[in-house]
Each structure stands twice: as C-alpha cells, then as structure tokens.
C-alpha cells in the first residue's frame, strides 16, 4: 500500500513564505509522478502541477505557474510545494497524490491526507 | 483547455435507489476520464479510470460508462457509504499540459 505523509497544518500571515511537503515510500518515488491539488473551502479540485522527482521534471496548471514551486529531493522521497508570499486567497487544503501507470490515463491512485493552510492577519 | 461539466449539482436519493451522474466535456476527449468520490474530511478516493475500468477494491455498484464528451458514473444501488461528492477528471498530454476536474456531483439522502 503506497502511503503519502503530507506536513501537518499551518497557519500564516500575508506575505510570509511555506513550504509543505508530501513523503512517499521510498522504494519507488523516484519513478513516481506526484501531483499537487487545491481545494478552496468549501470548493471543488484544481490540479496545480506535477513533478517526476527522479530528475524533478514539472510541469504547471496555467492557473498556477508562477503562483507557486513545486520541488522534490528524492533522496528523501519528498516532495513540495512553496509559497514566497502568501495571499489571503491562498487558504485551502492542499493534496499531493500519486499519478498511478498501472491504469488508464495515470489517474491519481494514491492520496496524501491533506495539508490545511490558513492565511489570515 | 477542456472543460469537464457534471450534472446534476446535487442528487437526492434513497439508499437502495439508482445513481446516475453526469460528465460533459467541452469538446471530444480520448478515454482517459477518471471519477473519483469524496467523502467530507477526506482525501478524495479513485473510483473508475479509463472511463470505464474500476480501480482496485471498488465494489461492482459503481460502473463508468461513456466516450467522446459524455461519460456517466452509475451506482447500481446505493449504500449509506456512497453519499459523497462525485468528481470526474480528465488529463490531456503526458507530462500533464491540462488536468482538469469536473465541478462535482453531490449525492445526498433523500
């Protein structure tokens, strides 16, 4: 059963930096793609970028490139993503979850459980 | 960029009774449509890929069905369980260029 662990929850000014993570099992997240997803309160799923992390080849939602940073050190079988100045419109749940290649179209198959961001004066 | 459309918003059902969602797309897409089911104060779950193949440990109830711009998830028979947030999705181009999600269906007791 392939587990993703994502930080715990945090709660940010305006204009502060984070960084979230998402750790996978080690014996295949190299050769895994992960990708992050939003989810706004209250609100539906948005796909905000992908990342191979055995060469950290990633690609970028429009909605979202330039908006954030997605990383990966696979020497930890981690993943991130990053804000350098967070906005109050910032606040929701962020999911990394695994594109699956046993099935049709890499779905994602896997699932962290969530990390909850709060952006608030 | 495609834009996945799911009706209706909110379905009202007993337990027991038909589900049948919805998933439009806004133009012909190859079969790489996803749902997925969200439960509140969870991770969402991968339910059926490839618009009709069930993903592993998902009970024969739920069935996917659908090419070109219109697919359909079907629970045969609902369980308290399945009252959710139905989401479908599709993936253009690999690496991803395009991943877009439907709105969501709420399926909810009558």
């Known amino acids: 059963e392939v587990q993703l662990v994502q930080s715990g929850a945090e709660v940010k000014k305006p204009g502060e930096s984070l960084k979230i993570s998402c750790q996978g099992p080690?014996?295949?997240?190299?050769?895994?793609?992960i990708g992050w997803v939003r989810q706004m309160p209250g609100k539906g799923l948005e796909w905000m970028g992908t990342?191979?992390?055995?060469?950290?080849?990633?690609t970028y939602s429009p909605s979202f490139e330039g908006q954030v940073t997605i990383s990966a050190d696979k020497t930890i079988s981690t993943a991130y993503l990053q804000w350098s100045s967070l906005k109050a419109s910032d606040s929701a749940m962020y999911y990394c979850?695994?594109?699956?290649?046993?099935?049709?179209?890499?779905?994602?198959?896997?699932w962290g459980q969530g990390t909850l961001v709060t952006v608030s004066s | 960029e495609i834009v996945l459309t799911q009706s209706p918003a909110t379905l009202s059902l007993s337990p027991g009774e038909r589900a049948t969602l919805s998933c439009r797309a806004s133009q012909t897409v190859n079969s790489y449509l996803a749902w997925y089911q969200q439960k509140p104060g969870q991770a969402p779950r991968l339910l059926i890929y490839?618009?009709?193949s069930r993903a592993a440990g998902i009970p024969a109830r739920f069935s996917g069905s659908g090419s070109g711009t219109d697919f359909t998830l079907t629970i045969s028979s609902l369980e308290p369980e399945d009252f959710a947030v139905y989401y479908c999705h599709h993936r253009y181009k690999w690496p991803p260029k395009s991943l877009t999600f439907g709105g969501g269906t709420r399926v909810e007791i009558k």
């Open positions: 490839g618009a009709s």
């Open positions: 080690g014996s295949n997240f190299a050769t895994s793609w």
């Open positions: 990342i191979y992390p055995g060469d950290s080849h990633t």
């Open positions: 979850a695994r594109h699956s290649f046993d099935a049709s179209g890499f779905p994602f198959d896997h």
